[in-house]
């Protein structure tokens, strides 16, 4: 084995990745930088400096990623309506590839021999790490601690913080957190109490959406703008897409909307179950299907939905950076070429609902489908020989089965 010169760490400044730190620096002796991406988290990411410079790191990275997050990753998913088993946003598994894209990006500049993450053997987010960098840099290695240490557990952990004087953060209530991870599209939580699908997730669980019970009794009304598929105005007023999520993010906090208490299938094979809170995602899927269900030809919609399970399955299990996630995406932008006008919503009490669309490039006709006298010219027998046509092999195989 050759020896590893220096490391670069996906480091967040909790817990994990701080010991993670330590390790690497004892383990391989070598330099270790470590990068803090902004993904907009909602925490201060000075501690992380703070933490690091302590540890002596000389090179700190903390780069603003947000702008990036949601213009070239969430963006481009939303254009699919995108969702893994039919119900996560994918909030978690989105923002893997680009962490890892900024890591290479990283270790190539300083010259390092390889990349460190702070994912278990567990999950899945080591896979999408791992399987972004070999499609990017192959020549850079992966150290994963988690596969590598004899630490084997969240309690082994925390004797080896402590033998190592490393802070341990607890939450609000002065215990262990939960496994969180959270970026602007998302706020996922797992482990502890959540491990027991049967029982039911505490309140203190939730971070960023109010109980819809305690959401206001008065509805709120929002318009989005979309341009070629993707948001570009909150009512009337363009913003960058992160500023957009933020905005829509803090809406539909307010109002409860974007909870999610899902057991999923892990890549790695196992059932898991976790809490979602993705308020800004899951107003601008239905805000996206909006503008799609007047712009969109029948056709082309109904091919994007048989797609879109695989395209969500990709991201899930880490292919984003492969030829055929790729290959979809091409289908699905070129799909989006219309894809403009405004959506209005309803936020109440944990719903957005759609509750009006508009789009100067709309395929939808009052006069072809009104139920008055139109001046479209529409044969009603037409109507005839097509349902009698349709109908030829049914009533060939009703006369068969004499039915
Ligand atoms: N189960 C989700 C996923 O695979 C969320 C993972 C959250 N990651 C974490 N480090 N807690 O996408």
Redesign the pocket.
């Known amino acids: 084995m050759t020896k590893i010169e220096k490391i670069v760490l996906s480091y967040s400044g909790g817990l994990d990745t701080s010991i993670i730190l330590k390790w690497l620096q004892e383990t391989y002796g070598c330099e270790v930088v470590t990068f803090t991406a902004d993904l907009g988290q909602g925490e201060e990411l000075e501690p992380a400096r703070a933490k690091a410079e302590m540890s002596g790191v000389k090179d700190i990275r903390i780069v603003d990623l947000r702008e990036e997050f949601v213009r070239d990753f969430v963006f481009p998913m939303l254009r699919a309506n995108a969702l893994y088993e039919g119900q996560y946003l ?1 909030g ?2 989105i923002a893997r590839p680009l962490i890892a894209k900024h890591l290479v990006g990283i270790a190539r500049e300083v010259d390092a021999d390889a990349v460190a993450h702070g ?1 278990t053997g567990k ?3 080591q896979i999408r790490f791992e399987l972004a960098v070999n499609a990017l840099d192959p020549s850079i290695r992966v150290i994963v601690p988690w596969r590598q240490w004899t630490i084997r557990s969240r309690m082994q952990l925390l004797e080896y913080a402590e033998k190592h004087r490393i802070l341990v953060p607890s939450d609000k209530r002065g215990e262990a957190p939960f ?3 959270a970026n602007l599209l998302h706020t ?1 939580t ?1 482990g502890k109490i959540l491990e027991n699908p049967a029982e039911v997730a505490p309140d203190h669980v939730y971070q960023r959406t109010v109980d819809p019970i305690d959401a206001p009794d008065a509805p709120e009304i929002i318009t989005i703008g979309f341009e070629r598929g993707d948001p570009i105005s909150v009512n009337g007023k363009a913003v960058t897409p992160a500023a957009l999520l933020t905005k829509l993010n803090g809406l539909g906090g307010r109002h409860g909307v974007g909870r999610l208490d899902l057991v ?1 299938n ?1 890549f790695i094979g196992m059932k ?1 179950r ?1 809490i979602y809170e993705t308020p800004g995602g899951t107003i601008l899927l239905a805000a996206h299907r909006g503008i799609e269900s007047i712009t969109l030809d029948r056709a082309a919609a109904h091919l994007k939905d048989e797609i879109m399970p695989r395209y969500a399955e990709l991201i ?1 299990n880490g292919f984003w950076f492969a030829p055929e996630r790729e290959m979809l995406q091409a289908l699905i932008d070129h799909s989006q070429a219309f894809v403009s006008g405004e959506v209005t919503l309803r936020l109440y009490k944990g719903s957005a609902s759609v509750i009006s669309r508009a789009s100067p490039c709309s395929l939808y006709s009052a006069d072809l489908v009104t139920f008055e006298e139109s001046a479209i010219a529409f044969d009603h027998h037409d109507a005839e020989g097509f349902i009698r046509l349709n109908g030829l092999r049914l009533r060939s195989l009703a006369a068969r089965n004499g039915r």
């Open positions: 994918l978690s598994s994912a999950g899945n987010d496994s969180i991870d996922s797992e999923e892990r898991s976790g899930y």
